[in-house]
């Protein structure tokens, strides 16, 4: 699990700053835990995206990012309660959820979000 900066983001995620339009850049589908490090509920996510990092290794990338140290990065999606769980799809656009969910909707996003096949069409 990585932990993200705002440079990182723009190479890994999003390049916001050159681009209005979303631009996955990411060779994996990918979650984003938007946390801080005195938020109790973050604290309770925390093990369970270790185990998934390990569970997905090589089929999903996991980061977190500090909303205390990222603060541009968290305004830019609009963190407003945390932990913020931004699920990116391969190519799709991303969903966020909020919130400390438990174990099993974390799968439940990965398969049904990250790991389906069937794009979504815009049509």
């Known amino acids: 699990m990585e932990h993200l900066t705002k440079q990182t983001f723009l190479e890994k995620v999003f ?4 681009n209005k339009e979303w631009d996955f850049s990411g060779e994996r589908p990918a979650i984003i835990d938007f946390y801080a490090d005195w938020c109790a509920p973050c604290k309770m996510v925390a093990p369970i995206l270790e185990e998934l990092a390990e569970e997905y290794k090589g089929k999903i ?3 977190k990012v500090d909303t205390e140290a990222e603060q541009e990065l968290a305004a830019v999606f609009g963190i407003r ?4 769980i931004l699920f990116i799809p391969k190519n799709d656009r991303p969903q966020m959820a909020a919130g400390a969910l438990p174990k099993e909707s974390f799968v439940q996003a990965i398969n049904e979000i990250l790991l ?5 069409s815009n049509n």
């Open 61 to 63: 990338d996991i980061y």
């Open 116 to 120: 389906s096949e069937t794009p979504v």
């Open 15 to 18: 390049d916001y700053e050159n």
């Open 81 to 84: 309660s945390i932990p913020s």
